[in-house]
């Protein structure tokens, strides 16, 4: 992780990543399910989505009630971000209000500068357009694993939209 921000999948190594889905599989009970831990009742996340989306939103947002956090759901259209607010002045704004992290989705890569210039704040790519999901990846890599010995030595098609 750069800094402690999930932005792009290039950042970890095999043995990293193999230990992210280890970790992340104790979560899922055995009718496939997930648990409800409260582990994280102290922390506010916040889904800052620029750019439609309906399954890595929800997603996100039910694992973080899964753990505990409070969820605000940002919404672009209805922010201050129609009167001229930057993007980086709203970062800079959940920051203040006490946001730990900041799920982001954009069509634009803009969420390593916006990393760099808000510390206060952690960061997840939820999706820069068409040049990096990381999430997206390792749970990709997650349902392999499930269905394969190994990750050596596969081919893989990935289809979608």
């Not at 947002?61 to 922010?79: K, P, Q, R």
């Not at 952690?122 to 990750?151: A, C, V």
């Amino acid at each position: 992780m750069q800094n402690n921000n999930l932005i792009d999948i290039s950042a970890f190594d095999k043995k990293s990543i193999l230990e992210l889905i280890s970790f992340a599989e104790n979560f899922i009970l055995p009718d496939g399910s997930f648990k409800n831990e409260d582990l994280f009742q102290d922390k506010t996340i916040a889904n800052v989505f620029f750019e439609p989306s309906t399954r890595t939103k929800i997603s996100f947002e039910i694992a973080a009630m899964n753990l505990g956090c409070n969820v605000i759901n940002f919404n672009a259209t209805t922010s201050s971000l129609s009167k001229g607010e930057t993007i980086n002045e709203t970062i800079d704004a959940l920051g203040l209000m006490g946001v730990d992290l900041c799920i982001l989705r954009s069509k634009d890569p803009l969420i390593e500068e916006l990393s760099l210039k808000n510390e206060s704040i952690r960061f997840i790519n939820g999706g820069e357009g068409i040049s990096s999901h990381p999430s997206q990846t390792l749970i990709d890599l997650m349902t392999i694993i499930q269905h394969k010995d190994s990750l050596n030595n596969l081919k893989i098609v990935i289809v979608g939209d």
